[in-house]
Every structure is written in structure tokens, then in C-alpha cells.
């Protein structure tokens, strides 16, 4: 299994620019999870989805969006990027509500 | 609103001795408490997962215990390794939320 994996490792955005994320698990997970990490600072949660159809609103989901038409795939979307973006962001699956998180390897996102 | 501590931020030892990561949290009423590694650049790797109804848990040198009462959970790494240097991360699912609450982290350096 690959686990969870996300594309792409790195992107330099122009602010006002659009992207999308990508993240992907094959472990058959319900559960997936958008988390943002800022330099010294812990993880905060943007968006998670607990199913295909259902996601839901985290501590910090102004200016993302996402979707989740499958099982496997969990996209955030930033619309109009804002240098306050900058961040690595972090994809990750549970097999149950309070099963232990599997996260993917990041993206490191500067806009400029 | 859940608040996680991890203190010191960052620990250097001499290799062989033992480690002892602390993290505290505000809010007792948790579902559990997940001890994750993160190597510079890369995603989280969970190493343990601790139920709210646990005292501890252990998985070769690791081994976490948890008291919920005083809002405490430690990490001890026994013989430190040159390859456990990492920043070691708790994270807080609370009873009644999916997101885990993330603690700054424990930067550990073990040295030859």
C-alpha cells in the first residue's frame, strides 16, 4: 500500500492564484483530514470529511475548499492566494472516527 | 477549547540515555492521545496511540502513559539511537470532535 499521498512537494503561487492540492489514500479509509503546520507553531485542522459527499469545516477553513467524490481522494482547493497561505500542508486518513491519523508527506506552498 | 503543551521544545542527549518527551493538555475529557515523529521535510509518522480508558502504551523501546486526570501524557524512549533524532509531536482527539489538537513539538537530538 502506498498509503497516503499527496501531490504536489512543492509550489511557489503569484498572489491572487488558484491551486489545487492533492491527496490520495488506498487504505479504504472513511475519514480524511486537511491540516496546515506554520513554522514552531502544532497542526491546525482546515477542513476533514468523514465519507464520500460529507466534509465539514475545521479550525481555519477561510479561503480553502474542498470536495470528496470518492472514497480515495480528498482535493483542497485555495482560491486567491494570500501570502498568509504559506504553510505545509499535510493530507491524512483514519479508518474510524478516533482511529489513530495516517498523514501523507506535505506540500510546501509559498505565496509570494 | 483544548490547549496542548509540549515542554522543553527542543532536548539534545548523549546516546544510550533514556528520553522522557512530556505533553500536557487542558481539557481531561479526551478520546486519546496519539505520539507522532516527524523527520525535517517530511509527514508524521504515528508511533502510538493511547485510548482515554489506557494508562499506557508500548511498542519496542517506546513506551506512552497517560494520566487524564492531570491532563499529562509522557513518551519515554529507552537507549536513544542517533536515529531517533526528530521532532516528536502529541496530538489530543477530545471526546465530542474529530480534529486532534497538536502540541508545538519536541525537537531531539541524540548524539554519537
Known amino acids: 500500500n502506498a498509503g497516503v499521498t499527496q501531490t504536489p512537494k512543492f509550489r511557489i503561487l503569484k498572489i491572487g492564484q488558484s491551486m489545487t492540492l492533492q491527496c490520495t489514500q488506498d487504505?479504504?479509509?472513511?475519514?480524511m483530514y486537511w491540516y496546515r503546520q506554520d513554522p514552531g507553531m502544532g497542526l491546525k485542522l482546515i477542513y476533514y470529511?468523514?465519507?464520500?459527499?460529507?466534509?465539514d469545516k475545521g479550525e481555519v477553513p477561510n479561503g480553502y475548499n474542498v470536495s470528496r467524490s470518492t472514497t480515495e481522494d480528498f482535493p483542497l482547493r485555495l482560491e486567491l492566494a494570500a501570502p498568509s497561505q504559506t504553510s505545509v500542508y499535510f493530507c491524512?486518513?483514519?479508518?474510524?472516527?478516533?482511529?489513530?491519523?495516517?498523514f501523507g508527506p506535505g506540500t510546501r506552498l509559498t505565496v509570494l | 477549547k483544548q490547549e496542548v503543551t509540549q515542554i522543553p521544545a527542543a532536548l539534545s542527549v548523549p546516546e544510550g540515555e533514556n528520553l522522557v518527551l512530556n505533553c500536557s493538555f487542558t481539557?481531561?475529557?479526551?478520546?486519546?492521545l496519539q505520539w507522532f515523529r516527524q523527520d525535517p521535510g517530511k509527514g508524521l509518522t504515528s508511533l502510538l496511540l493511547i485510548q482515554s480508558s489506557q494508562r499506557e502504551q508500548t511498542s519496542g523501546r517506546l513506551n506512552a502513559s497517560l494520566d487524564k486526570s492531570s491532563g499529562r501524557s509522557t513518551l519515554y524512549i529507552a537507549a536513544s539511537q542517533p536515529g531517533d533524532s526528530a521532532t516528536y509531536l502529541c496530538a489530543v482527539r477530545r471526546s465530542n470532535d474529530y480534529k486532534l489538537s497538536f502540541g508545538a513539538g519536541t525537537t531531539v537530538t541524540v548524539r554519537a
Open positions: 491524512a486518513s483514519s479508518y474510524q472516527s478516533g482511529g489513530a491519523q495516517y
Open positions: 470529511s468523514v465519507g464520500a459527499g460529507i466534509t
Open positions: 481539557d481531561s475529557a479526551i478520546y486519546n
Open positions: 487504505m479504504n479509509h472513511n475519514y
